[in-house]
């Protein structure tokens, strides 16, 4: 593609000052990794926290790149290493590498929705995946599970929120193959970041907003605008936003000003929802009984195979962002019945030999690990016992917090390490434990969960927090193979000789991630 075209493509302005014989040139590829730039690309430097992305701008031109754009470029034609290179300014690179990235690749899938807040992201765009798979779509989630979605073999690795050039690739791949329908997972990093605004987004959900990431951000309300952005700057007006209207007041308060002013269709879910109301939530042995309540009108009461409130939360966000009219909301809320579980988001695992259950989840924030007690509670006919740490070289403010949480809502606590990465973990359990003096302190996992495990009685509910479907454990920059699911099998198989262990189901193991 000829460099002002890719540009206007983009509407990103190039400068008239540009001559013919620059405009016309055309243009290879777009990279900001410098080592992935190739003969007659296109360079942006990205400032990173510790290094100036200028710095690699001889590497990407020694590696073939022609055009170069960074924050304090001089606009003109100028020589390095011997090679005349166009040398563009950009007031925002991270936004031009993503509207560029976006133009280069060309086409997306016509539907794409985003779903951010602080927890059920992944969960929620994989029920958005079923859903729309169950409606007759191809369709295809990304984010922290990768790409998952059914008979593709395309490979992204797991990050909430990819990089804007493989993710631009990605889409337009998704389209190649008729996927028109994908389910996005948007970080606030990927939002402060600018990754997702190249992305042609046509709905985008709000799930809640709690502490995380203050290492990141700071303080709760830059937190909480990077994650509004996805509202403000990146859904094109008109666009449908989904929200649960059970959030914080505050943020609630915020995304309605901003639907009405950018003439957002909003739909709001949850017991506060008008759109999609949970009107109650009954727990089963192995499920829940949802009474429903679209547009004012009551639908007849279906069966989820899922237990905890959190599920329904996020079953509701997936299908308020997923109907196109009353009659396909009406459709797709008696499909929810047919609903499979997430990996590693509240995944019954096995019953053990004295029958309790034993159960995984991703909780790593002292929100997530209430609601995913809160929602564990009502299935335990006898106690609740939750293992669980915190992760090193991450925001040490809510190690004490999940410690109280874990302390308030379970009757047994067992604290132990959780990628405790360079810190020491002795030192991580000790700030957890402040917050619960009485929990029993275990520092190896394996160990941790086989004792919470084989002393589980009838009746006990068991969760091993914080890895979900992550399968290793990070000390000192090493991942060593550590998976919660497999290994609560190993020491149930090892305790009775592997006989009458109840497998999990429920789960969706066949769409492993692509
Ligand atoms: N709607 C919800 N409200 C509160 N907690 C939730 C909700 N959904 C899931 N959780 C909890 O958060 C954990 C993570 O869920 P999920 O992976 O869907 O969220 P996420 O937003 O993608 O997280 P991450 O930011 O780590 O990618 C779950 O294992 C569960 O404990
Ligand atoms: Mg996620």
């Known amino acids: 593609m000829q460099l002002q075209e890719l540009f206007k493509q983009a509407r990103v302005t190039l400068p008239s000052s540009v001559k013919?014989?620059?405009?016309?040139?055309?243009?290879?590829g777009v990279t900001s990794d410098s080592r992935l730039a190739s003969l007659n690309s296109l360079f942006v430097a990205i400032d990173g926290a510790a290094v100036n992305g200028a710095t690699f701008v001889p590497q990407a031109v020694a590696k073939g790149a022609?055009?170069?754009?960074?924050?304090?470029?001089?606009?003109?034609?100028?020589?390095?290493?011997?090679?005349?290179?166009?040398?563009?300014?950009?007031?925002?690179?991270?936004?031009?590498?993503?509207?560029?990235?976006?133009?280069?690749?060309?086409?997306?899938?016509?539907?794409?929705?985003?779903?951010?807040?602080?927890?059920?992201?992944?969960?929620?765009?994989?029920?958005?995946?079923?859903?729309?798979?169950?409606?007759?779509?191809?369709?295809?989630?990304?984010?922290?599970?990768?790409?998952?979605?059914?008979?593709?073999?395309?490979?992204?690795?797991p990050l909430t929120t990819p990089d804007p050039v493989k993710l631009a690739e990605t889409l337009h791949e998704l389209k190649t193959r008729r996927v028109d329908h994908v389910a996005l997972e948007a970080s606030s990093h990927g939002l402060d970041q600018f990754r997702l605004d190249g992305v042609r987004l046509t709905r985008a959900g709000f799930s809640n907003l709690t502490r995380d990431h203050l290492d990141y951000h700071h303080t709760l309300d830059a937190y909480r605008d990077a994650k509004l952005r996805l509202f403000r700057e990146v859904l094109p007006t008109g666009g449908v936003a989904a929200i649960n209207a059970d959030m914080d007041s505050e943020t609630l308060a915020i995304l309605k000003d901003i639907a009405t002013s950018r003439a957002l269709a909003l739909r709001t879910v949850g017991m506060g929802g008008e759109t999609l109301r949970l009107v109650s939530a009954t727990p089963l042995p192995t499920g829940q009984r949802l009474k429903l309540c679209l547009n004012g009108e009551m639908l007849d009461d279906i069966t989820i195979p899922l237990?905890?409130?959190?599920?329904?939360?996020?079953?509701?966000?997936?299908?308020?962002?997923?109907?196109?009219?009353?009659?396909?909301?009406?459709?797709?809320?008696?499909?929810?019945?047919?609903?499979?579980?997430?990996?590693?988001?509240?995944?019954?695992?096995?019953?053990?030999?004295?029958?309790?259950?034993?159960?995984?989840?991703?909780?790593?924030?002292?929100?997530?690990?209430?609601?995913?007690?809160?929602?564990?509670?009502?299935?335990?006919?006898?106690?609740?016992?939750?293992?669980?740490?915190?992760?090193?070289?991450?925001?040490?403010?809510?190690?004490?917090?999940?410690?109280?949480?874990?302390?308030?809502?379970?009757?047994?606590?067992?604290?132990?390490?959780?990628?405790?990465?360079?810190?020491d973990p002795a030192t991580i359990r000790r700030a957890v434990m402040q917050g619960c003096p009485d929990a029993t302190e275990i520092g190896d996992r394996h160990t941790a969960i086989a004792h919470a495990v084989l002393h589980a009685e009838a009746g006990d509910i068991v969760v091993v927090t914080g890895k979900g479907h992550e399968t290793g454990q990070i000390i000192k920059g090493a991942v060593h193979p550590f998976d919660d699911a497999a290994v609560i099998r190993e020491i149930l198989t090892a305790a009775q000789g592997g006989s009458d262990i109840e497998a999990a189901n429920g789960v969706n193991a066949h769409d492993t991630p692509g």
Not at 20 to 28: D, F, I, L
Not at 313 to 342: K, P
């Open 66 to 157: 022609a055009i170069v754009m960074s924050h304090h470029g001089p606009n003109a034609v100028t020589t390095i290493a011997g090679r005349d290179i166009l040398h563009l300014a950009s007031a925002n690179p991270r936004r031009d590498l993503a509207l560029l990235a976006a133009a280069f690749y060309g086409a997306q899938p016509a539907e794409i929705a985003a779903i951010t807040g602080t927890n059920g992201k992944t969960s929620t765009a994989d029920f958005l995946r079923q859903i729309w798979m169950m409606q007759g779509f191809r369709s295809a989630s990304i984010g922290t599970l990768g790409l998952v979605s059914k008979g593709l073999d395309l490979r992204l690795p």
């Open 20 to 28: 013919p014989e620059w405009a016309g040139r055309t243009v290879s």
């Open 307 to 423: 237990i905890g409130r959190v599920q329904v939360d996020n079953i509701l966000l997936a299908a308020a962002l997923a109907w196109d009219d009353e009659d396909s909301a009406r459709q797709i809320c008696q499909g929810l019945t047919q609903l499979q579980g997430v990996r590693g988001r509240c995944e019954f695992v096995a019953t053990s030999h004295h029958g309790a259950s034993i159960f995984v989840d991703y909780a790593h924030t002292p929100d997530a690990l209430g609601h995913v007690l809160q929602s564990l509670r009502p299935h335990a006919r006898h106690r609740l016992t939750v293992i669980f740490g915190a992760g090193g070289n991450r925001d040490q403010g809510k190690r004490p917090l999940m410690g109280q949480i874990a302390a308030r809502y379970a009757d047994q606590c067992i604290v132990t390490d959780d990628n405790p990465r360079d810190e």
